[in-house]
């Protein structure tokens, strides 16, 4: 369990960093996911090789018709602001299309930073239920470690406890399952 934070973590700023900024990433979604062929999306294509409709510019060829061309897979996919976190965060705003030595690692801080900013929006969901000063603090100090106030070093990324913590998180809202009960009754 981590221990209760002294200072309050500013919420806003952290809900705000959920939000998928485009610009500011280097359409990681678009090269590190693994994709299969479905009604969702036109074609297959592994993980760590660029979509076919993916322009040397970044950008999305027909992100006007994706829907019309078999892609609303795309439409719908949030990385809930992973991308841009890492891109910027990680890596000050160079990508694997300047250095594609760094696509595999960028690749992976992608994923990691996906099932982070999971957690979040799972605990800022639990900050909207009545909960005790002491499991909101729980709930605050577990932001406080996904959301670094001064965002993640390098270092601290990659020394993160993703998997421990993911655990300690689920945990800690499953036992929450009274309150959400306790709530939708009144």
Known sequence: MPT???KPHNRAKS?????PDCQNCAA???VALHIEKSTKFALEKPAGVACPNLAPTGLCR????????GFSGCIAYDCLGAG???VQDLYDGISWQQDPSLLAQMSEDFAKMR??????ELLF????LALPPTQLQTCDSFIAQLFPQTGWTRAEFDAFPIRDTQKQVM???AALKSHLSAQQTK
């Open 28 to 30: 990681l979604c678009c």
């Open 4 to 6: 209760p934070s002294t």
């Open 115 to 120: 099932k982070i900013h999971t957690l979040l």
């Open 62 to 69: 027909i992100h006007d018709t994706l829907k019309d061309k």
């Open 84 to 86: 841009q976190r890492v």
């Open 171 to 173: 945990d800690f809202l």
């Open 15 to 19: 809900q705000t960093a959920l939000t």
């Open 125 to 128: 969901t639990a900050q909207t």
